[in-house]
């Protein structure tokens, strides 16, 4: 049965940001509602070691997020399990459409919603999708125990996931198309050192071949980016790492937008063209993309939303 719930703010997204969201938002006694979207706990819940996180030498990715609900629930922020299919910002209070059938009015929003997995768009990656083609390591390594695998690009997600790989596969090859990788230092040092991992400068992923019957990955062509040359790669698994897109289904009409999708927010806060809705996360940040960096923007979200309220009264 559809119903309609009313409240002051309304978080959408469930990672670092829109938890912290929620932490500071019920302290403010304006209590919150956050809805967790399809992948609660966001990015994070894929990601294994988190060692950057503060107060915690190494943490796992989901252990954080499960510490992070529970704090926001802690303080008293009701959290459902619900996707938000659509958003209404043309006039306040705000509504907000559930998967459920359950209308959400909110005095304020906070969108939070991340980002996800970037794909290359070809037929060949699309066709096997689970059948040897994956976004996650942390999500599918296991499968690959003894076997060689690829991994496709050449920054922090890409570095982190072969690396990762290297538990479970008896050979990472690392493509990218240029000849030097744009991860930190420290990743670089780690993959170099890392018998098991061979990169392979200039090339990209021309196509994922495999067999039919049953359908499964065995190995990929690549191309030199440079000679146009074509190189066959025995392979059960293929590995798209080639970073992540804002998750700006719900706004991506209604706000100000920049950087190939991610929302805009006016100079240091979280602000959007809209008032009264803020974002905050990697659904606005195309240059740190980091967990704590996220939670810190939910903290202003929180805050932000406190002295709009407080103002509309």
């Not at 993959?191 to 992923?205: C, F, S, Y």
């Not at 059960?236 to 100000?256: C, M, Q, R, S, Y």
């Amino acid at each position: 049965m559809s119903e309609t719930r009313k409240t002051k703010v309304l978080i959408i997204g469930s990672g670092p940001a829109g938890y912290t969201a929620a932490v500071y938002a019920s302290r403010a006694m304006l209590e919150p509602i956050l809805v967790q979207g399809m992948e609660p706990g966001g990015q994070l819940t894929t990601t294994t070691e988190v060692e950057n996180w503060p107060g915690e030498t190494e943490i796992q990715g989901p252990d954080l997020m499960v510490n992070m609900e529970a704090h926001a629930k802690a303080v008293g922020t009701e959290i459902i399990a619900d996707l938000i299919t659509d958003l209404d910002l043309s006039e306040r209070p705000f509504t907000a459409t559930g998967d459920s059938g359950t209308t959400y009015k909110a005095d304020a929003v906070i969108l939070a919603t991340g980002a996800r997995a970037k794909w290359l768009g070809l037929d060949s990656e699309e066709k096997f999708k689970g059948f040897g083609v994956s976004a996650c390591a942390t999500c599918d390594g296991f499968f690959y125990r003894g076997q060689e695998i690829i991994v496709i690009g050449g920054g922090n997600t890409a570095v982190e996931e072969a690396l990762f790989l290297t538990n479970f596969a008896s050979k990472v090859t690392l493509v990218h198309r240029r000849d030097e990788l744009r991860a930190e230092k420290i990743l670089i040092d780690r993959l170099m050192k890392n018998e098991k991992i061979e990169p392979l400068w200039d090339h990209v992923l021309e196509e994922v071949v495999g067999d039919e019957d049953p359908l499964g990955v065995t190995g990929v062509r690549v191309k030199h980016v440079k000679t146009g040359e074509i190189t066959e790669i025995p392979a059960k698994g293929v590995f798209i790492a080639i970073g992540h897109a804002p998750a700006n289904e719900l706004v991506k009409d209604t706000l100000e937008t920049h950087m190939g999708g991610y929302v805009v927010t006016q100079p240091d806060s979280t602000a959007t063209s809209i008032p009264g809705v803020f974002a905050a996360g990697d659904l606005t940040d195309h240059k740190y993309r980091q967990a704590v960096t996220s939670a810190g923007m939910g903290c202003m979200a929180a805050l932000e939303a406190e002295h709009f309220l407080a103002e509309q009264e």
